[in-house]
Nanobody, 121 residues
Framework: QVQLVESGGGLVKSGGSLRLSCLVS???????????YRWYRQTPGKERELVAG???????NYGDSSKGRFTIWRDDAKNTVTLQMNSLKPEDTGVYYC????????????WGQGTQVTVSS
């Protein structure tokens, strides 16, 4: 099994920055089969939205609202996935979830518990 623990959320003023971190732990046999790492944002009344993602091979993609402001990277030595968020806007407010997918005949998605980010105007 795999466990994801997010940290780094909080309250920040518009234009400010926050750094979210996701600590990944678990069975090595699972960790070796990670297809991707992603950050999603959930806001009330909306579907969970992709914020940023990185594949096992290193390909990175960002949601339209994140491009140019957010940066994702992973540190395999520390088993962390980090999301640096700059120039934050009130519409970035939401619960941010770390996600990863384990490859296989039946791929498995794992999620963290989420961390609240609130951007005040």
């Amino acid at each position: 099994q795999v466990q994801l623990v997010e940290s780094g959320g909080g309250l920040v003023k518009s234009g400010g920055s926050l750094r979210l971190s996701c600590l990944v732990s678990g069975d090595v046999s699972f960790l070796k089969r990670i297809d991707w790492y992603r950050w999603y944002r959930q806001t009330p009344g909306k579907e969970r939205e992709l914020v940023a993602g990185q594949t096992r091979m290193g390909t990175i993609n960002y949601g339209d609202s994140s491009k140019g402001r957010f940066t994702i990277w992973r540190d395999d030595a520390k088993n962390t996935v980090t999301l640096q968020m700059n120039s934050l806007k009130p519409e970035d407010t939401g619960v941010y979830y770390c996600n990863l997918r384990i490859s296989g005949v039946n791929p498995i998605d794992y999620w963290g518990q989420g961390t609240q980010v609130t951007v005040s105007s």
